[in-house]
């Protein structure tokens, strides 16, 4: 069974930062693409960013580039989501996804997620 954990998500003022961070339960995690989504009240749930399974490759949304960036530690089965200059349009939850061989924007790629861990940007 493969496990996805979120952290990191608080409450936090415009133009602060925070990173979030996903630990994947899966002995196959150094060959998944792995993705961030989010949610907003309301809302579509929307890519974010996705990375390769070595590191080397990233993506971002538009929404988020500049600001936001992707990593991953292989050798702890974690994920990142460093995220800077937050504005309030950045407030939902966030999700973690793991794609197998895929990384990419696609939602319906992705075949494991996590609880989620909410962001709130307020001042």
């Known amino acids: 069974q493969v496990q996805l954990v979120e952290s990191g998500g608080q409450l936090v003022h415009p133009g602060g930062s925070l990173r979030l961070s996903c630990v994947v339960s899966v002995v196959t995690f150094s060959s998944q693409g792995m993705g961030w989504f989010r949610q907003a009240t309301g809302k579509e749930r929307e890519f974010v960013a996705t990375v390769n399974w070595s590191g080397r490759h990233t993506y971002h949304a538009d929404s988020v580039k500049g600001r936001f960036t992707i990593s991953r530690d292989n050798a702890i089965n974690t994920v990142y989501l460093q995220m800077n200059n937050l504005k309030s349009e950045d407030t939902a939850v966030y999700y973690c996804?793991?794609?197998?061989?895929?990384?990419?924007?696609?939602?319906?790629?992705?075949?494991?997620w996590g609880q989620g861990t909410q962001v709130t940007v307020s001042s």
């Open positions: 996804a793991a794609a197998g061989s895929y990384y990419g924007s696609m939602r319906e790629k992705y075949l494991y």
